[in-house]
């Protein structure tokens, strides 16, 4: 699967290494249609499958696949799959994938950065000083309402972490998805591109 997108001529290779975990329905094409996009522009990507193949085609079936499977063990196949991977590497994550990033980074203190689609996820209180954060979230958004925006934005100063938060108006929660009702193809092509500056920016 190719993304159908272009990049300016002075992306190199290689960038940077990331681990881009996926939304509550479970590992699906726009996951892995975001990692071809990140390949194609030169970094490694990963995209553990926390599901082990299972999917969701609804919001309401994607939280009984979370609830059954079980947070613990979510995370559990989470911290399995950044094994090998070097420290440094990117943690990103897709909706749920946020918050999974979020448990995560606590154990992965010399992360390069961190990159979060449709959520928020939890700062630690030892994140290091510059820790490069960009959020992408719609605006209004049930799941990064503003107050918790405004609220994660202010622990995030407190932690002393770089953090951006992108906000996209009058689009949905998953509008970076084509295969769903809630797609907007200029904001999900301009998170891309953000997305794509942002990393070339961490590249070694």
Excluded: C
């Amino acid at each position: 699967m190719r993304a159908d997108i272009s990049f300016p001529l002075n992306y190199h290779k290689l960038m940077a290494h990331v681990v881009l975990f996926h939304s509550v329905l479970g590992l699906r094409p726009v996951e892995l249609s975001a990692a071809e996009r990140l390949r194609l522009a030169g970094h490694d990507v990963v995209t553990p499958d926390l599901y082990e193949g299972r999917t969701a085609s609804t919001l309401d079936q994607g939280f009984g696949l979370m609830h059954e499977i079980g947070w613990p063990a979510i995370t559990q196949r989470a911290r399995r799959s950044v094994e090998g991977l070097p420290l440094d590497a990117v943690l990103g994550g897709i909706s749920m994938g946020a918050g999974v990033v979020g448990t995560l980074l606590p154990d992965r203190p010399y992360a390069a950065a961190v990159l979060l689609l449709h959520a928020l996820a939890d700062i630690p209180t030892a994140a290091r000083a510059g820790l490069p954060i960009q959020v992408h979230v719609a605006d209004p958004d049930d799941f990064a309402p503003p107050a918790d925006i405004a609220a994660w934005l202010d622990a995030a100063a407190l932690t002393g972490v770089d953090a951006r938060v992108f906000t996209y108006r009058h689009v949905g929660h998953f509008y970076s998805d084509p295969s769903l009702p809630d797609h907007d193809e200029h904001a999900s092509s301009l998170t891309w591109h953000r997305i794509l500056d942002f990393l070339q920016s961490q590249s070694h």
